[in-house]
C-alpha cells in the first residue's frame, strides 16, 4: 500500500535522499516478503525476495555491513530527519500524523524500537490505524518478538477481516518464526478469498503450495531439515 500521507514539514538535503533512498532498497530487499501497513516501502518489494524454500526458513536476514552504512550512521539519519517533527510534536502531543511519521521515519531506518514507541503513541490516540497498527506488528517481528507480533496482526483483523498486509505478513510471522504451517496457510487462504484482485496473488498462491508441500513431508524425507 503506498503511502498517502503528506510530509508534516521539513525537508532532506539531496544527500540525505539519496542515502536513504539506499537504506530503503537494501532493507526492501533484506525483508521485502512482509509488506507494509503505510509507510514507505510498497507491498511490490515482496516480489524482490525469492520464495521462501520449504527448508529452509529464514526470518528478517540483514545485508551485511559492506552493503548498507552503520547502525549508528543510520541512527543519525533518523534522528537528524525525526528532529523537526519532535520539535512539533512538543507543541502538538496528539497530532496522529506527526507520531506515524516519526515512527516511520525510525522504521526505515532500522530503529524498531524507536519506531515502536511512536506507533503506540500514534495508536493510543487512533487504536483503529489498521495501516500503523500493521507497521508496528512487523517491527516486534523485526525486534524478535513473533508472538508480539501476531498478537497485533490479529488485533488489526479484529478490526478488519480483511487487511490483505495483515494477512500475508500473519502468514509469513507464523511460518518463518513459528513453523505454524497451518496458520500460515490459513491466514494466506484467508486473504485471498477477501481480496481476489489481490496484486500479489500467484505468489500468495504458490507460498500456500509450498507451505503445503512441507506439511505433506515426512520427518527426514528428502528436502526436510532436522529439528
Given at each position: 500500500?503506498?503511502?498517502?500521507?503528506?510530509?508534516?514539514?521539513?525537508?532532506?538535503?539531496?544527500?540525505?535522499?539519496?542515502?536513504?533512498?539506499?537504506?530503503?532498497?537494501?532493507?526492501?530487499?533484506?525483508?521485502?516478503?512482509?509488506?507494509?501497513?503505510?509507510?514507505?516501502?510498497?507491498?511490490?518489494?515482496?516480489?524482490?525476495?525469492?520464495?521462501?524454500?520449504?527448508?529452509?526458513?529464514?526470518?528478517?536476514?540483514?545485508?551485511?555491513?559492506?552493503?548498507?552504512?552503520?547502525?549508528?550512521?543510520?541512527?543519525?539519519?533518523?534522528?537528524?530527519?525525526?528532529?523537526?517533527?519532535?520539535?512539533?510534536?512538543?507543541?502538538?502531543?496528539?497530532?496522529?500524523?506527526?507520531?506515524?511519521?516519526?515512527?516511520?521515519?525510525?522504521?526505515?531506518?532500522?530503529?524498531?524500537?524507536?519506531?515502536?514507541?511512536?506507533?503506540?503513541?500514534?495508536?493510543?490516540?487512533?487504536?483503529?490505524?489498521?495501516?500503523?497498527?500493521?507497521?508496528?506488528?512487523?517491527?516486534?517481528?523485526?525486534?524478535?518478538?513473533?508472538?508480539?507480533?501476531?498478537?497485533?496482526?490479529?488485533?488489526?483483523?479484529?478490526?478488519?477481516?480483511?487487511?490483505?498486509?495483515?494477512?500475508?505478513?500473519?502468514?509469513?510471522?507464523?511460518?518463518?518464526?513459528?513453523?505454524?504451517?497451518?496458520?500460515?496457510?490459513?491466514?494466506?487462504?484467508?486473504?485471498?478469498?477477501?481480496n481476489p484482485n489481490y496484486p500479489q496473488k500467484d505468489r500468495v498462491q504458490k507460498l500456500i503450495?509450498?507451505?503445503?508441500?512441507?506439511?505433506?513431508?515426512?520427518?527426514?524425507?528428502?528436502?526436510?531439515?532436522?529439528?
Amino acid at each position: 500500500m503506498v503511502d498517502t500521507k503528506t510530509p508534516v514539514s521539513g525537508r532532506w538535503t539531496s544527500t540525505q535522499a539519496y542515502v536513504l533512498s539506499v537504506i530503503c532498497l537494501l532493507v526492501g530487499v533484506a525483508v521485502g516478503y512482509l509488506a507494509r501497513g503505510s509507510a514507505s516501502v510498497e507491498p511490490a518489494a515482496v516480489q524482490a525476495q525469492a520464495p521462501v524454500g520449504a527448508s529452509a526458513p529464514q526470518t528478517g536476514i540483514m545485508p551485511s555491513s559492506a552493503q548498507q552504512p552503520p547502525p549508528e550512521q543510520m541512527r543519525q539519519m533518523a534522528d537528524s530527519q525525526a528532529q523537526p517533527l519532535l520539535a512539533q510534536l512538543k507543541s502538538d502531543p496528539n497530532n496522529v500524523a506527526l507520531l506515524d511519521q516519526i515512527g516511520n521515519i525510525y522504521y526505515d531506518t532500522q530503529q524498531y524500537p524507536e519506531a515502536v514507541k511512536y506507533y503506540e503513541d500514534s495508536l493510543k490516540l487512533d487504536p483503529k490505524a489498521t495501516d500503523v497498527r500493521t507497521d508496528m506488528a512487523t517491527a516486534y517481528h523485526l525486534m524478535g518478538q513473533s508472538d508480539r507480533a501476531i498478537q497485533e496482526y490479529e488485533q488489526v483483523l479484529k478490526i478488519d477481516g480483511k487487511h490483505a498486509n495483515a494477512l500475508f505478513n500473519e502468514g509469513m510471522v507464523k511460518w518463518q518464526d513459528k513453523m505454524d504451517l497451518n496458520g500460515a496457510i490459513a491466514a494466506w487462504k484467508r486473504l485471498l478469498e477477501t481480496n481476489p484482485n489481490y496484486p500479489q496473488k500467484d505468489r500468495v498462491q504458490k507460498l500456500i503450495d509450498e507451505a503445503q508441500q512441507h506439511l505433506t513431508m515426512k520427518a527426514g524425507a528428502p528436502g526436510t531439515s532436522a529439528k
